[in-house]
């Protein structure tokens, strides 16, 4: 595996990443969120679910 070089930027070379997120089917920008809603978004538990031992 080749080495790759770390990449330190300054705070002027930086851009904001956008935050996308389903909701009801459908997709919305986390921005567009009131303050309830991002409190919501935060709160939220991610989750894998097992593999069901038929489908293998």
Not at 2 to 31: F, N
Request: net charge positive; charged share 30%; with cysteine.
């Amino acid at each position: 595996m080749k080495e790759i070089a770390e990449i330190t930027l300054t705070d002027a070379e930086r851009q904001r990443c956008e935050i996308w997120t389903r909701v009801m089917g459908y997709h919305r920008p986390l921005s567009s969120f009131n303050t309830g809603k991002k409190g919501e978004f935060h709160e939220r538990t991610y989750f894998t679910e097992p593999c069901n031992a038929r489908s293998k």
